[in-house]
């Protein structure tokens, strides 16, 4: 197998099972992250630190891919105008998508 082959596998399958639901994809750049995981094993656990793109669950040992996808949640309107008043500058408006 190529990487390519395990990146379209792994990552693009994942962006296509969820298309047309509102979701991101986080384009990892080795950054740090603080994360909490479940594994399928039942267990909880958490990472603090750079470059998690591979994860082995501490107590069943099953090694994971870290996924890239993120849900878009949908705001209720009290919620909406709870975040338009507390926090206006965390609404972040990108650009679109020069391909679109
Ligand atoms: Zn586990």
């Not at 197998?1 to 994942?14: A, I, K, P, R, W």
């Amino acid at each position: 197998m190529t990487y390519h082959e395990f990146h379209d596998q792994v990552y693009c399958e994942e962006m296509r099972r969820r298309k047309g639901l509102p979701n991101g994809s986080i384009q990892w750049k080795g950054t740090d992250v603080c994360i909490d995981l479940n594994c399928r094993c039942g267990a909880d656990f958490h990472f603090d630190g750079d470059f998690l793109y591979f994860v082995q669950c501490p107590y069943c040992k099953e090694i994971f891919a870290v996924g890239t996808v993120v849900d878009l949640i949908p705001l209720t309107p009290e919620q909406l105008a709870f975040i338009q008043e507390d926090r206006p500058n965390l609404i972040k408006t990108p650009e679109k998508c020069p391909w679109d």
